[in-house]
């Protein structure tokens, strides 16, 4: 039951909460919905369709970029084997391996401050945001909400914000 005011777009869900809308499936689609550029900036990515979406922009040749948190990538120990998948963080390693495989340009944040951001720039006229992080426990188990603002405007905003982040400043 999304709510759509001019140009924006308001969703909140998920349904596994009784929430009206399908967040996962709103990002997928706004991914898919990619013709020619996606920018990218989420606290981590944990959410298989979502990464399975960006992937498959990338083989559409939709330029990917792709900043993360790099606390959901690394052990916050040194393990015994670091060749053995262990810990709550291994979906993002897995799912960082695929990105990577997949030719598209990711950046890790690496600035000392978590980086809590959740949006995406569509071919330079559409921004996706909200409080969705973009994992399963996000898109299913807790309350969120998603915008969706269909403005160049708005998209030239999060565009300099954007590179501000990828410059490791926010």
């Known amino acids: 039951m999304s709510v759509v005011v001019g140009n924006v777009e308001f969703h909140a869900g998920p349904h596994d909460v009784g929430g009206p809308d399908d967040l996962e499936r709103l990002i997928v689609d706004f991914i898919d919905g990619a013709q020619k550029r996606l920018e990218i900036a989420v606290q981590e990515l944990e959410s298989l369709p979502i990464a399975e979406a960006i992937v498959r922009a990338r083989r559409r040749r939709v330029l990917v970029k792709l900043v993360v948190e790099h606390d959901y990538l690394r052990s916050r120990r040194m393990r015994a084997d670091p060749w053995e998948p262990l810990g709550s ?35 330079r006229e559409s921004v996706l945001t909200g409080s969705t992080n973009f994992t399963p426990s996000g898109t299913h188990e807790n309350l969120n909400h998603v915008v969706i603002v269909h403005d160049e405007d708005v998209a030239r905003v999060y565009a300099r914000e954007y590179r501000e982040i990828q410059r490791g400043h926010f």
Not at 93 to 121: G, W
């Open 89 to 123: 963080n291994e979906p993002n390693r897995a799912i960082l391996a695929a990105v990577l495989r997949s030719n598209i340009d990711i950046k890790s944040d690496y600035n000392t401050r978590i980086f809590h951001q959740k949006f995406i720039i569509r071919d």
